[in-house]
């Protein structure tokens, strides 16, 4: 599903007068995929996968200065996938193995109207986890086993800046943070 708006005005300041345009595109996507099996043993499989973005741009323009102007993109999109698997033992007790991949990534994108190179930020944040759990016939919760987890973290601009760094943990403790040479 996608969405577009346009909303336009202007100003007048001590400065002068601007005028503004704003365009922005807002998208939705969900994909859900179901595979169950209902024979010996029972497998219960499900995948959702989920982004949601907006697109924007905003062009701000001095009034009888176009040679002014300045453009400003924006992405955002927020990235979501999940898989479940449920499958019943031989001996009548159920294993589920989940996994999640979730994120926010952003770039923004700032021209110059004075010939300098645009200025850019990237921004990625980035979680997987993972984790699997031991049921009785019943339901009920028996154990759970290979619990881990990392997150990315990479913020990145133009002009030099940058930080990198990758946390990971496994069974509720952390095992790692690195930091990665940008």
């Known amino acids: 599903m996608q969405r577009s ?3 336009s005005g202007y100003v007048n300041t001590s400065h ?3 005028e503004t345009k704003i365009h922005q595109t807002i998208q939705f996507r969900s994909d859900q ?5 209902t024979g010996t043993p029972l497998v219960d499989i499900q995948n959702t996968s989920q982004e949601q973005a907006i697109d924007a741009q905003t062009t701000t323009i001095p009034y009888g200065k176009p040679a002014q102007t300045t453009v400003r993109r924006e992405r955002q999109s927020w990235p979501l996938r999940i898989d479940l698997a449920l499958t019943q033992n031989p001996n009548k007790t159920y294993t589920q193995t989940t996994t999640v991949l ?3 990534l952003k770039t923004i994108e700032r021209t110059d109207p004075f010939g300098r190179p645009p200025f850019v930020v990237y921004l990625e944040n980035i979680v997987r986890s993972a984790d699997t759990l031991e049921f009785d016939s019943s339901f009920g919760l028996i154990s759970h086993h290979g619990q881990k987890s990392s997150q990315h973290y990479l913020l990145r601009t133009t002009t030099g800046r940058c930080y990198d760094r990758t946390i990971n943990a496994a069974n509720g403790i952390l095992t790692g943070s690195t930091s990665q040479k940008c």
Do not use: L, M, P
Not at 33 to 37: I, Q
């Open 16 to 18: 002068g007068s601007f």
């Open 33 to 37: 995929r179901f595979d169950v099996f």
């Open 5 to 7: 708006i346009e909303v």
């Open 102 to 104: 979730q994120g926010r």
